[in-house]
């Protein structure tokens, strides 16, 4: 058969989205499109182009080898396409995602650029962590995400690019009346022999779980065991009230009624943050968040290290990286 003049890059997108759910019923939910509208596209792409691109089963779809060979065509159009539809202002929404609507790195850089891009609609999301982020990043969900890039899996970090934005002090918070609630800040040997709780047993929060591992190393520290996950504002105050444990934050962090928030010293403990995107992806919404991450970074100075900071090896050199 021979190969046809056109394909609509509509269809394209649609095999792509398939091709990355490996399900149809979530392809279509994604696309916002009916799955009998999906799959009759799904069909008339393999007609047009006279190979057949899935294998399905009751169970499970897979690409065939056709199929696998197309996926990369297919993305370098549907990226041409963006950047095309971008440099003439029809850009579609960039989703954001900044964890958690309390944390305020993410959520100045998307104020700045929202600011510099008022053409572009960048909508806010929050995934909790970057490791729940990076796979609806990987999977065309999300456009971009903030978080601690080093403590990734290097085969999602593969698939992603990153650029730092900030290293934030953290802090602890404690119940108003813990024992070193009334220190203005708490050593990090004043912590031995607590369980501090750090998101253990969030899946979406491995990167965090890490840090707070590598930090209490050595130091008498335990991180505290996973506690039941809650969802919402309302009920992660309910949760932490109830079982009493020290929460391993960030300086700026919302304040939590019943506790207090106290900076960590001796030495200061880092968090690393990195604006985080899908390798190819273009769009000025990125080019805007970007740029203010770099300006902000440089007003605030962000990423000015400070002379007893603590941070990992591994989140050093990633940083240092793009210095």
């Given at each position: 058969?021979?190969?046809?003049?056109?394909?609509?890059?509509?269809?394209?997108?649609?095999?792509?989205?398939?091709?990355?759910?490996?399900?149809?019923?979530?392809?279509?939910a994604?696309?916002?499109?009916?799955?009998?509208?999906?799959?009759?596209d799904?069909?008339?792409?393999?007609?047009?182009?006279?190979?057949?691109?899935?294998?399905?089963?009751?169970?499970?779809?897979?690409?065939?080898?056709?199929?696998?060979?197309?996926?990369?065509?297919?993305?370098?159009?549907?990226?041409a396409?963006?950047?095309?539809?971008?440099?003439?202002?029809?850009?579609?929404?960039?989703?954001?995602?900044?964890?958690?609507?309390?944390?305020?790195?993410?959520?100045?850089?998307?104020?700045?650029?929202?600011?510099?891009?008022?053409?572009?609609?960048?909508?806010?999301?929050?995934?909790?962590?970057?490791?729940?982020?990076?796979?609806?990043?990987?999977?065309?969900?999300?456009?971009?995400?903030?978080?601690?890039?080093?403590?990734?899996?290097?085969?999602?970090?593969?698939?992603?690019e990153?650029?730092?934005?900030?290293?934030?002090?953290?802090?602890?918070?404690?119940?108003?009346?813990?024992?070193?609630?009334?220190?203005?800040?708490?050593?990090?040997?004043?912590?031995?022999?607590?369980?501090?709780?750090?998101?253990?047993?969030?899946?979406?929060?491995?990167?965090?779980?890490?840090?707070?591992?590598?930090?209490?190393?050595?130091?008498?520290?335990?991180v505290?065991p996973?506690?039941?996950?809650?969802?919402?504002?309302?009920?992660?105050q309910?949760?932490?009230?109830?079982?009493?444990?020290?929460?391993?934050?960030?300086?700026?962090?919302?304040?939590?009624?019943?506790?207090?928030?106290?900076?960590?010293?001796?030495?200061?403990?880092?968090?690393?943050?990195?604006?985080?995107?899908?390798?190819?992806?273009?769009?000025?919404?990125?080019?805007?968040?970007?740029?203010?991450?770099?300006?902000?970074?440089?007003?605030?100075?962000?990423?000015?290290?400070?002379?007893?900071?603590?941070i990992?090896?591994?989140?050093?050199?990633?940083?240092?990286?793009h210095?």
């Amino acid at each position: 058969m021979p190969a046809p003049a056109h394909i609509d890059p509509r269809l394209l997108r649609v095999f792509v989205t398939v091709a990355e759910e490996l399900h149809f019923t979530r392809a279509a939910a994604r696309l916002y499109v009916a799955q009998q509208a999906l799959s009759r596209d799904v069909r008339r792409l393999e007609r047009e182009l006279g190979a057949e691109l899935f294998l399905r089963s009751t169970r499970q779809v897979s690409l065939t080898a056709d199929g696998a060979r197309l996926l990369p065509y297919a993305r370098r159009v549907l990226a041409a396409q963006d950047a095309l539809l971008a440099a003439f202002g029809q850009a579609r929404p960039l989703l954001v995602d900044l964890n958690s609507p309390g944390l305020e790195t993410g959520r100045r850089v998307l104020h700045r650029a929202r600011e510099l891009a008022p053409d572009c609609e960048l909508m806010a999301r929050y995934e909790s962590g970057l490791t729940g982020a990076a796979a609806e990043l990987l999977a065309g969900r999300l456009d971009a995400s903030f978080g601690r890039f080093a403590g990734l899996d290097p085969a999602l970090r593969s698939g992603l690019e990153h650029q730092p934005v900030r290293i934030e002090p953290m802090a602890v918070i404690l119940p108003s009346d813990h024992r070193l609630a009334a220190l203005e800040a708490v050593p990090l040997a004043a912590l031995e022999g607590e369980a501090v709780y750090a998101g253990a047993g969030n899946e979406r929060t491995l990167e965090w779980t890490d840090l707070a591992s590598r930090l209490f190393e050595g130091r008498g520290i335990a991180v505290a065991p996973p506690l039941p996950l809650a969802v919402g504002e309302e009920e992660f105050q309910r949760i932490m009230a109830k079982y009493r444990n020290p929460i391993l934050g960030v300086v700026g962090f919302p304040a939590i009624p019943g506790t207090v928030w106290r900076p960590l010293v001796d030495p200061v403990p880092l968090s690393p943050v990195s604006l985080v995107w899908r390798k190819g992806l273009v769009h000025p919404g990125v080019d805007a968040l970007r740029r203010a991450a770099a300006e902000t970074g440089r007003a605030e100075r962000w990423l000015q290290w400070p002379a007893d900071g603590w941070i990992p090896a591994v989140d050093r050199e990633v940083m240092d990286e793009h210095a």
